[in-house]
């Protein structure tokens, strides 16, 4: 199989419906994409859209946090592409969970959100990272290989009853600055969106439906992550916000 | 004339040689655009550039820094594109004199940086917004309407010897970041550009001439602005950062 | 005269009633003081205060805004402290006019605030670094000299109708940091104080009247400030915040 | 023992030599201090020494990183000061371990930083805080109950090769910033130093000797503590900075 599939691929963890199949589905276009999230369920139907829409996709249940598990992950997709396969785009959109709770009443789970996002991000970022600088090298190589972050208002500014999902935004915020400015110089584009609204998913249908265009379109964070990909390296972006119009902040 | 030239405008302020024009060449594929500089001479090659290739350009000196002086434009403009014209895009690309000097050697001329950014970023908004908040009500409209600053790193950072154009870059954003929450919510796209490096231009040809790609690409410039115009209202980005890959920062 | 004021000086700048007065009165307890106002008649009552209290203060009605003025006041300190004074603290607490208006409204005056704000502070520092710069080479100096910018939220963050407010404190911003870089290896401390909240004064006393320590104490501005000035150069803060425990932010 | 001892007391996690030694001495001049840090024999000397000064020191030897275990070392302290006892000030100083390495190159250890930073950070604030609220019903307290976070410039700014330095120290900023705005109206006064420079102590003699002042003072850190702990409510300092003159930043 690996023949058909030399070229660079996409990988995105987190590949949830929402914005995770956004995402899926624009690298698509331009990549064999390869998606991860927890259950094998959760990813057979975007697999299958992407698949019957000329794309080609394949999707495999991992825990990023578990850095074992994810070099197993890895194996898998190395006999899918051949071993020497690159990596052009990789994207980080793992949810923190998200609670708001009275910080003494939290339980032992507290931080279990900055450990699984913040070691989910450390993990992926290792295991990818070798395959992205691989391609820099690839003289047909059109777009620098570009890793994105998915985060959030609360990776810029705590609140009250926040703590561990500000914790957990914070410090996938400080990795990718970390990352962006160790790898740019050798040509990866490392970069952290600071998505702050609500996501127009099936999910939040009712909120704010009567207000039109009030949630962040999921294909338009989407089609942000792409352009950032076609960047040239003399021009990288490393943060960007993305808001709806009508959000205060 | 105004017939022909209904469709919605984008004026660039500041389109001299360099990201100027750059920006200039790339909204002009999609709507006419009227440019601004101190001098008719530094204008007149690049609306002969776009005229030839096909787009509608119109060259107008301007001041503005002076309200008074920008009116009698704004009149101009009115003149060529008819009293309903609409701006579908309008890009501050007013550069402040960078000077680095001992703060207590500066002139009497310290503080014209800022106040010529400052008060040329003010009057340029009062002008335009009017013109752009008319756009939004227009049902054929693509694109919401978009205003964008081009900044810079000392918008976040003061530096020694850097008061004077740290100040207008300070107070640039501070701008920004005003009348994206004023305006937003009317629809009126609003953004800060922090560019972060030399430019490649004529004039800076010679600056790391050995490392690839060291300088920012204006064209990059001109497409990470046209990117962000075609935005919609659900997921604007209202500030990024550009940088070459080997920039530390 | 100057033999009996041959010690270093404070120099408040925007000494008027509310937080320039605790200022005053706070610095009085170790240097002579030189207040600087608007009017001579909102300096008189708290130069007969100090005075009375055994402290030694002079006001002189002054604009900071004219850099022309503002030496001729400097001359006027010399003649009262010698030409070979010394200043030892100099604090820029000039208000900003404060008014959140829509920005199409706003007048010609709208710049008002960020040409007074950021010319002054920028004359105001010009006029005394070369004095505090003297302090730094003096054998019996206490503590490093120091400049203080009395900054607000809006130094930080943009807002709507908030447009010339948030220009004048973003760029006094810039300048302090500036500031900072340049004189620190000098030895001068330079500090922005981002003061966030209703301040408690005479004025204010009708708000939020039911909500016990709701407003910011002056005594504790000055008492911060004080506390500033006291670090010696291996320490020194140059920026903090001061905000009531029920503030949000 | 709890009769002699029921005033409020001050416990100060990460009491080794250094910052933290200085920090203990300091609040010990208002205050019985317990101590914590990893080994016993790291603060015997330092308990001694307060205890030989007339102060009240005790230092139990605890791993913050675990609940279970700070909750033993909670109960201890019960034991000393009575189930009744106030917590007046609480300062979460250990160190987050400082390694730069290439990321690619850094091993399972990686995130042992952060976890050991941010768990600690949670653990320790979970584990005062009820007791620091106690104190604010307290009719005689004197000063707020405070709480602060020692933390670095890698809160602000991810680096190359410091990523698990970095994000340990962004996800206590987060902490900070959360319990502050839920602790706030509360009474509690939290607040997170950003210490940027080394800290001049017996490991760094070496470091910059021929610059006078080039390092940290730890005394004047604590000091810096002490001053933000006695404010009143009305005016909270919530982040400050503390540099030596000569740093550049």
Chains 1, 2, 3, 4 share one sequence.
Not at 117 to 135: D, E, H, I, Q, Y
């Amino acid at each position: 199989m690996a023949s058909t599939l030399s070229k660079p691929i996409a990988i995105i963890a987190g590949a949830g419906p929402g914005t995770g199949a956004s995402i899926a589905r624009r690298f698509a276009k331009a990549y064999p994409v390869v998606l991860l999230a927890r259950s094998q369920s959760s990813l057979d139907p975007l697999v299958q859209g992407i698949n019957q829409d000329g794309g080609c996709a394949i999707g495999i249940p991992a825990d990023v946090t578990n850095a074992g598990s994810l070099n197993s992950t890895l194996k898998q997709i190395e006999q899918q592409f051949g071993s020497d396969l690159t990596v052009s785009a990789a994207i980080f959109n793992v949810a923190s969970k998200f609670t708001r709770a009275p910080f003494l009443d939290s339980s032992a789970e507290f931080l279990d959100s900055l450990e699984a996002t913040a070691r989910g991000a450390s993990n992926f970022s290792k295991a990818v990272l070798p395959l992205m600088l691989r391609a820099t090298s690839q003289a047909e190589l059109r777009h620098p290989p570009t890793m994105i972050f998915t985060g959030a208002t609360a990776a810029m500014k705590g609140g009250p009853g926040l703590g561990s999902f500000a914790m957990s935004k914070f410090a996938v915020r400080a990795l990718s600055q970390s990352l962006a400015r160790e790898f740019g110089p050798m040509g990866v584009h490392v970069a952290h969106a600071i998505i702050d609204g609500i996501i127009a998913t099936e999910k939040t249908k009712e909120y704010k439906k009567d207000v039109p265009d009030a949630k962040i379109d999921p294909d338009w964070i989407a089609e942000t992550y792409w352009f950032l990909h076609t960047q040239p390296r003399s021009s990288f972006t490393h943060e960007f916000d993305l808001r709806p119009y009508c959000e205060s902040w």
